[in-house]
């Protein structure tokens, strides 16, 4: 049996697309809808709820379709928490929730008959609220302020209940306090709960069945043992991570993105010709040049001394520099131009060349150890 | 503040409201060139022998203080109304150009079709509401935005106040009529003007304590007042009728008066909070008693200058509009 259905929905927006989805909610279950910022969770809800209309595909709800219910019929069976984007009116909590029974009076009467205080009081317990019930809403914390709307919703004594993120902005004592209290309301009055969840733990610890979206489209359905796997992160979130469950909590370890570092080097290479002999001459001479050491961007210095060769010995010394602009940095400074100055090419230097190269380097942070444990966990 | 001092304060304000109302009523008729004490007014509207004191009760000083409640509370009533139809601190009529709209209709009606000029608050009503109805388009996107509403009213203001002058010059000799109705003010207004208003005001007030519950459940947002079982757009259509009808009403009769709609609400709001419940009726009484007593001191304050009413009530709403300006854009 199945509290509502969606037929080949079809939507596009511009960039935004929802694509041919058959969505289908069990019928006194708890179902979180699941997915990336963009994947068209909050668009399936709003046109689940007549928030919006859909360019092709039907929504039928416990049975009868979206469009034969009128908006009131259709409050009496369905409520929402819509994301909360809302400026709220300056009234108390308990004014607050009064206005979920709504869809049960006439279209001027705002009198709560005895029934209406009753459901009333009942949705603050439920969210365990009670003791708010004559503060004004806006002084409540963000946490609080979001029960008071569930209660709201609950009110509406609906046998549907549908969440836009009901969790998110919460801390973590509220976000358990608000499923746990959904959790009771589903086990008690058997309200099928739908709700977009963030928390992929949570979603399956809580929920019965999950359904998880990608670029407008359902990816894949069904309980969370079976949805919740290493596949379903990468294909869905592009995430890659190790899932285990103990029990029903799902235990998820990302593993950090391979992220490529990629830097670039400076080197400088000095070769000088030199009569045959010299090269001890010339070493002591590049020990006075000074300060090297000492430059930003500097990485390190060698000199190679070639004898032998034919007429002349050869000797190069290379710098290596984090850029060209570190390397530029050396030239114009106080230690080179002292270095320099005054002073002639001694003569027993017959040619020198200077070449510049420039390397790119990657670098990839993650080390093979790492996928090797991933690897294991996936054969395990 | 705790819940039981605000259930008191809203009863305080619920019982002071009438009593403000009836006091300035009194004071409107008792203060002028020719101060009248309270015996007289009782004996002038009891006795069927007509003293010359009874004939300036009952010819002069009545009819205006009652066309200054219904004005105002007109004023109020359409002001809290859009404010809340259109989710913006800042909407009144003056301010976005729905008194334009209905005082355009009106010298149309006055200058160009004479022979109609019983239509006078209807047509002023048309003109509020294709007014209103412009605002709305210009300026909504999931509630009006503030500087969108205060720059487009600005924009309708102008073109309106153009035409309307483009009017009046080109029928010039049809003018005279016209001029004191175009001051804003309450001052010559007779028992004939006050049947002329008086089916409009009696609809428009009565009908907008059934706009209670929409516009309570509007302040919620659109998606929330419909998840609630609203038809919302018929309902704001509607409610933006609702208020060009009070608008125009109080248009038609009491020309251009700006900044009640705003002043009230507002002062209603900080004292009481956003409940239509409330905020509603506390408006209805406090607009008509504010402009009651401001057409009252308008007249013998200055004297033997007599001050339009609209004039006194622009110094008073145009800084608090700033105020609200400064202070509350973010309502939303």
């Known amino acids: 049996m199945t509290a509502a259905e969606t037929n080949n929905l079809t939507l596009e927006r511009g960039m935004f697309k929802l694509m041919n989805v058959n969505a289908v909610i069990p019928k006194g279950k708890m179902t979180a809808i699941i997915g990336p910022n963009g994947s068209g969770k909050s668009t399936l809800l709003s046109l689940m709820t007549g928030l919006s209309d859909a360019d092709e595909g039907t929504v039928t709800i416990q049975g009868k379709p979206l469009d034969n219910y009128s908006r009131s019929e259709f409050a009496r069976v369905v409520s929402m928490l819509p994301q909360s984007k809302e400026q709220m009116p300056n009234i108390t909590v308990k004014e607050f929730i009064e206005y979920g029974r709504a869809p049960y009076q006439p279209f001027f009467k705002q009198r709560l008959s005895e029934e209406d205080q009753r459901i009333v009081d009942w949705a603050m317990r439920t969210m365990r609220i009670l003791r708010h019930e004559d503060r004004m809403f806006h002084t409540l914390s963000g946490g609080e302020q979001q029960k008071v709307r569930i209660a709201m919703a609950l009110a509406q004594r609906t046998d549907l209940l549908l969440l836009d993120e009901p969790t998110t902005y919460l801390d973590i004592a509220h976000q358990l306090e608000v499923l746990d209290a959904l959790t009771v309301l589903n086990r008690q009055k058997s309200t099928t709960i739908v709700m977009v969840l963030h928390d992929l733990q949570q979603a399956a610890a809580y929920c019965d069945h999950l359904i998880a979206m990608k670029d407008g489209e359902i990816h894949s ?21 190790k899932v285990s469950f103990e029990g029903h909590y799902p235990i998820i370890i990302p593993k950090r993105k391979t992220i490529e570092e990629e830097t670039t080097m400076l080197i400088v290479t000095n070769t000088s010709q030199i009569v045959k002999g010299s090269g001890e001459k010339l070493i002591e001479r590049f020990d006075r040049i000074g300060q090297v050491e000492r430059m930003e961007g500097f990485l390190g210095l060698e000199v190679l001394f070639t004898q ?64 090797a444990q991933i690897a294991d966990t996936e054969t395990a | 503040m705790n819940m039981k001092q605000r259930r008191r304060r809203r009863q305080v304000i619920m019982i002071l409201a009438p009593v403000s109302v009836i006091i300035s009523a009194l004071l409107g008729i008792m203060i002028g060139a020719v101060p009248i004490a309270l015996p007289d007014i009782w004996h002038a509207l009891t006795s069927p022998v007509q003293s010359p004191t009874d004939t300036i009760v009952f010819d002069l000083r009545l009819p205006r203080v009652l066309i200054g409640l219904l004005t105002g509370a007109c004023l109020a009533v359409s002001g809290a109304i859009l404010q809340g139809v259109m989710r913006n601190p800042l909407a009144d009529p003056g301010v976005i150009g729905v008194s334009s709209g209905a005082g355009l209709a009106a010298v149309i009606t006055m200058v160009i079709l004479p022979q109609f000029s019983y239509l006078l608050p209807a047509a ?89 519950k929409p516009a309570n459940l509007l302040l919620l947002g659109d998606n929330s007042a419909k998840l609630l079982g609203q038809k919302v757009e018929l309902q704001r259509l509607l409610l933006i009728l609702l208020s060009s009808l009070l608008a125009g009403t109080a248009v038609s009769v009491a020309g251009l008066i700006g900044f009640v709609g705003l002043v009230v609400p507002h002062a209603v709001r900080l004292l009481i909070g956003d409940d239509y419940r409330y905020l509603l009726p506390v408006s209805m009484l406090g607009g008509a008693a504010l402009v009651t007593l401001a057409d009252t001191a308008a007249r013998t304050v200055f004297d033997p200058v007599e001050l339009p009413v609209g004039i006194l009530l622009a110094c008073l709403g145009a800084p608090f509009f700033l105020y609200l300006l400064k202070n509350r854009s973010n309502w939303r």
């Open chain 1, 308 to 371: 032998n060769i034919s007429e002349y010995d050869e000797v190069s010394i290379v710098t290596r520099w984090t850029s060209r602009e570190a390397f530029q940095g050396w030239t114009k400074s106080e230690a080179f131009r002292e270095s320099h100055q005054h002073r002639k090419t001694p003569d027993y230097i017959l040619n020198n060349k200077i070449t510049f190269q420039e390397v790119r380097i990657k670098r990839n942070p993650i080390t093979d150890e790492d996928n």
């Open chain 2, 124 to 212: 002023a009503f048309a003109g509020a509401f294709i007014s209103s109805i412009i605002i709305y388009f210009l300026s909504w996107d999931r509630g009006a935005s503030p500087v969108k509403i205060v720059l487009a009213g600005i924009a309708l203001n102008a073109l309106l106040g153009a035409v309307m002058n483009g009017i009046m010059v080109m029928y010039s000799d049809r003018i005279q009529s016209v001029l004191p109705w175009l001051s804003g003010g309450l001052n010559g207004r007779s028992w004939h003007h006050l049947s002329f208003m008086l089916p409009y005001a009696l609809v428009g007030l009565i009908v907008s304590i059934l706009a209670i």
């Open chain 1, 221 to 241: 359905a069904g309980s969370p043992k079976d949805i919740l796997t290493r596949q379903l992160l990468r294909e869905v979130y592009e995430v890659e991570a």
